[in-house]
């Protein structure tokens, strides 16, 4: 008897731009967040187990394959809400960086929510896994649905928005891990300078205008990761100087994202970051 496998692609997800407003009483931070998605993926095989357990494998060596796996946390919760009493056994391939801001984990979490809603038959909504995800972490429920949205609250209310124009999308990660954690901790939300516009960025967003979205980016976490991690700068500066044409850190760092709108400067930016930085990356939006 052939065993019944279900798909999933979880890809990443790049800020466009990212605003701390002020700090909750529930220790987390008010947000504007202005999220789209890449095509870099990492991709899930699931399959019944007739044993009620949870088994995670992975080709990546670097990742925990156990509780502390958000996949692993996402078929757990599934399963006690809805009270499944049979196992899984998820494979997960991973391309996306680990701590990279680009969020792999919530991502595959979100892949495993939609995954073992076909393989088990569960007719949950889409509205409902949402729900779900916003337990596991505050990008889950973006990455439920994907597409471009604007983030608020502590990141789980969202409203979609029009996509960007396409264009290519160069990311860079330095081999460095940083702690969401411990950048949002050393934000003083009341000493930010400039915050960008989620107004604006969306106004850019439905004008189609590839240009203005460029100039609309930004994320108050620059200043606290750039500061404590002075390569990320360098990074940063160095792909404008190959001519990428809107440069960006995602979420906290420390990946740094060029968008590029000419197929032509692509592999002069690609081959300039492969010179000092191993994990680069070009792909197109997710649109």
């Not at 604007?150 to 789980?156: I, S, V």
């Amino acid at each position: 008897m052939s065993v019944l496998k279900i798909y999933e692609k979880a890809p990443a997800k790049i800020n466009l731009m990212l605003d701390v407003l002020h700090k909750r009483p529930d220790g987390y931070h008010e947000v504007e967040m202005i999220m789209t998605m890449v095509d870099l993926a990492d991709r899930l095989e699931m399959s019944a187990l007739p044993r009620d357990t949870i088994i995670i494998s992975s080709q990546a060596g670097y990742i925990p394959l156990d509780e502390k796996n958000l996949a692993f946390q996402a078929a757990k919760l599934i399963k006690e809400r809805y009270d499944v009493r049979s196992g899984v056994y998820i494979h997960l391939d991973k391309k996306i960086p680990v701590a990279a801001g680009l969020a792999g984990g919530s991502s595959d979490a979100a892949a495993t929510l939609r995954g073992l809603n076909r393989l088990w038959g569960l007719g949950i909504s889409d509205e409902e896994l949402m729900k779900l995800g916003a337990e596991l972490g505050s990008d889950v429920p973006f990455c439920v649905t994907g597409g471009t949205a604007l983030a608020t609250g502590r990141g789980e209310l969202l409203t979609p928005l029009q996509n960007p124009p396409q264009c290519w999308v160069i990311l860079a990660k330095l081999p460095i891990n940083v702690s969401t954690a411990e950048i949002y901790g050393r934000l003083r939300s009341e000493e930010i300078q400039k915050h960008p516009s989620a107004a604006k960025m969306q106004e850019a967003l439905e004008q189609g205008s590839f240009t203005a979205v460029c100039s609309e980016l930004g994320n108050v976490l620059e200043d606290v990761t750039l500061q404590l991690y002075p390569d990320v700068a360098h990074l940063k500066e160095t792909m404008i100087r190959l001519g990428a044409d809107g440069v960006l850190m995602s979420g906290s760092g420390p990946t740094v994202f060029g968008l590029v709108s000419k197929e032509s400067k692509v592999p002069r930016i690609y081959n300039g970051l492969r010179g000092f930085c191993k994990e680069v990356y070009a792909v197109r939006l997710l649109t």
